[in-house]
Nanobody, 116 residues
Framework: VQLQASGGGLVQAGGSLRLSCAVS????????AAWFRQGPSGHRDLVAT???????TYADSVKGRFTISRDNAKSTVYLQMNSLKPEDTAVYYC???????????WGQGTLVTVSS
């Protein structure tokens, strides 16, 4: 399984970006999906999750602004980011987990820079 993240870039505060994570390999629909981000602090923080049943969770800092979604037919996970703030600046990583066998995969990261 390989994950290819894309969609990062430079945007002004208040703007929007949509990140994509294309997943190669089989059994995409069985995986839980998540987006993490790593900012200047160096910590990799959980941003949003989506289970294989469609249930979602969000970090408090992004609730109401970010939306995680998935297209099982395209084996792709998305993160729609609206009302971006400078503190959202980070490298964003997609993550896929299959809890039964304990499989976990990471994308390479895509940089989001929000200017004030």
């Amino acid at each position: 399984v390989q994950l290819q993240a894309s969609g990062g870039g430079l945007v002004q505060a208040g703007g929007s970006l949509r990140l994509s994570c294309a997943v190669s390999g089989s059994s995409f629909s069985r995986f839980g999906a998540a987006w993490f981000r790593q900012g200047p602090s160096g910590h990799r923080d959980l941003v949003a999750t989506m289970g294989n049943g469609g249930d979602t969770t969000y970090a408090d800092s992004v609730k109401g602004r970010f939306t995680i979604s998935r297209d099982n037919a395209k084996s792709t996970v998305y993160l729609q980011m609206n009302s971006l703030k400078p503190e959202d600046t980070a490298v964003y990583y997609c993550n896929m987990v299959l809890t039964g066998p304990g499989l976990e995969y990471w994308g390479q990261g895509t940089l989001v820079t929000v200017s004030s």
